[in-house]
């Protein structure tokens, strides 16, 4: 269920005070008119807005007022009965009576102020998925918080572009000339800047600091914080030294706090996705905050992937996973053999830098495995190769960031005066495209994820070779004592049968596929090419071989 701690929604909001009331109302910043435009009044009124709460006015004096904010906080603020009734878990609604504000998580600073409810959502249907985590299907109870942020000045929007994945806030913008279309879209980043302007590599003012949660457990938690530093090195090239930090969490400290980037723990009944979310101005695409989320049963994932693997190892303990020893605890990890621990541990420290980067701002690239592990913003699956006739792990995941992720973090953050901005970020693609580094829509064959090497030929006669190899040993054996046979096919069978799965699903794209380009006026890319047949014919016999 997409119910996860952290899980973040941002909006303008604007007190309306009239009479006995306050009115909360939700402004609508997708179409607007420049500030000081004549036509920005005309907009405001031409597009709804939400009315969130109607708040009784208490007392008033000297021009101010007090109201009961309750009704702004006892409802379903998150939208959760919308989202259980279309997973199919029920008519669940909002339970006023088994609702109640939450005083531990309710404090006020002097830019923020943080109010935490403890709510209860209530059926007499409830779905499997919420029975099997709830004590009692028919009332589910959770808790939803709300922080209140003045609203930030004097931040610069930078304009997106289409050929690079920065994430992007989108809007209609009205004063626009009416020979362009009303379409406007601006990046979101965090405000990173220079404490010396002069120097060409600087300390920033302020960093981009990421606090872990004191629940990671031990060593992952080293990792997670590694992987998240290796995007350093891109931020050195847009200028800034240290620019991101990654420190653990004191125990006190609010993991709900808006002003905290926080990495949280989410301990799960079954295996998840992680992700990083961010609080952005939906005004500029600011980024003011941001709570992610680390799946706990990810780790487990990948030691199985080794299970399966292992019986294709030589026997000579060679070709296996090596980290970086800024990864590895003194001792072991639950037990597990070094060669696993390295694999799980640099996988941990990968899946951060992907879920961080998106806290900084990056969207994925799919394509980014034809320019050799060129993005943390891929999805990998392990690369699992073959040296002499046996499997070689000792590439399974990449170690650094790559060179698109560079470009991204130049495009996103390098300082650039407003009236060479423009320029300065053609220049930023040109050099991308020079390098031949590849981003493509995801209406393109090469925008596939789980896939690995520059063709899907190549990596479709790995991945079945590969999976010859691991086949071949699968039986009893591979057991611990006291297991049931049973056992055999989860994990450990069915990740050696289907290990081509991505593979097929990558090549798959390529017949009759047509290859298209992001590419804007006075660019040399063909918009769109035909993959060239002999590529498209290689393939099919490949598919044809799998079956």
């Not at 807005?49 to 906080?73: H, N, Q, R, Y």
């Not at 209860?120 to 209140?148: E, K, Q, Y």
């Not at 609010?254 to 992680?274: K, Q």
Request: include cysteine; glycine fraction near 8%; charged fraction near 20%.
């Amino acid at each position: 269920l997409p119910l996860d701690r952290g899980i973040l929604r941002s909006s303008v909001i604007q007190f309306q005070w009239g009479g006995a009331k306050v009115l909360v109302m939700e402004q609508n910043t997708a179409y607007r008119a420049s500030e000081g435009s004549e036509r920005a009044a005309n907009v405001a009124q031409s597009f709804p807005t939400s009315l969130l709460a109607v708040l009784p006015v208490e007392t008033e004096v000297g021009g101010k007022v007090i109201v009961d904010a309750t009704p702004l906080f006892m409802r379903d603020a998150a939208g959760v009965e919308g989202q259980l009734q279309r997973a199919g878990q029920g008519n669940f609604r909002f339970d006023a009576p088994r609702s109640a504000f939450h005083p531990p998580r309710m404090k006020a600073f002097p830019l923020n102020t943080e109010i935490e409810t403890l709510v209860t959502f209530s059926a007499d249907n409830p779905g499997p998925l919420v029975r099997n985590v709830t004590p009692d299907g028919r009332h589910l109870t959770m808790r939803i918080h709300h922080s209140f942020l003045k609203p930030p000045e004097d931040y610069a929007p930078r304009l997106a572009d289409p050929r690079i994945g920065v994430s992007t806030l989108r809007f209609q913008d009205f004063s626009l000339p009416v020979s362009e279309r009303p379409k406007a879209a601006w990046i979101t980043r965090w405000r990173l800047e220079k404490a010396d302007p002069a120097a060409a590599l600087s300390e920033p003012k302020t960093p981009i600091v990421f606090y872990f949660d004191p629940a990671i457990p031990a060593p992952r938690h080293e990792a997670m914080k590694a992987g998240t530093l290796w995007w350093n090195t891109a931020f050195e090239k847009a200028g800034f030294r240290n620019a991101v930090g990654a420190v653990d969490a004191p125990a006190d400290m609010d993991p709900m706090d808006i002003r905290y980037a926080y990495v949280l723990w989410i301990e799960r009944d079954e295996r998840g996705f992680s992700s990083g979310g961010t609080y952005r101005d939906p005004r500029t695409g600011e980024i003011l905050g941001s709570k992610t989320r680390m799946d706990s049963h990810r780790i487990r994932t990948v030691a199985n992937y080794f299970d399966a693997y292992s019986g294709g190892l030589p026997a000579d303990g060679t070709g296996v996973t090596v980290a970086d020893p800024s990864l590895l605890p003194p001792g072991g990890l639950d037990g597990m053999p070094p060669a696993q621990r390295d694999m799980v541990l640099l996988r941990q420290a990968l899946l951060t830098a992907h879920e961080l980067g998106h806290a900084l701002g990056f969207g994925h690239n799919f394509a980014s495995s034809l320019n050799e592990r060129a993005s943390v913003m891929e999805y990998p699956t392990p690369r699992v190769a073959i040296r002499n006739g046996r499997l070689d792990l000792s590439e399974s995941f990449q170690k650094a960031i790559g060179a698109y992720d560079d470009y991204m973090v130049r495009y996103a953050y390098t300082p650039f005066t407003p009236e060479n901005e423009r320029a300065g970020l053609n220049g930023v693609i040109a050099e991308m495209r020079q390098d031949g580094v590849i981003y493509v829509p995801p209406t393109d064959p090469r925008w596939t994820w789980y896939d690995d090497r520059a063709t899907p030929t190549e990596y479709l006669t790995e991945t079945l070779a590969a999976r010859d190899i691991m086949l071949a040993p699968c039986g009893r054996g591979m057991l611990p004592p006291g297991e049931p046979v049973g056992a055999l096919r989860a994990p450990r069978l069915w990740m050696a049968y289907l290990h081509h799965r991505w593979a097929l699903e990558a090549g798959q794209g390529y017949v009759g596929g047509l290859y298209q380009n992001i590419v804007v006026p006075g660019e040399d890319l063909p918009p769109t090419e035909f993959v060239p047949g002999a590529l498209q014919s290689e393939v099919l016999g490949l598919l044809l071989d799998s079956l």
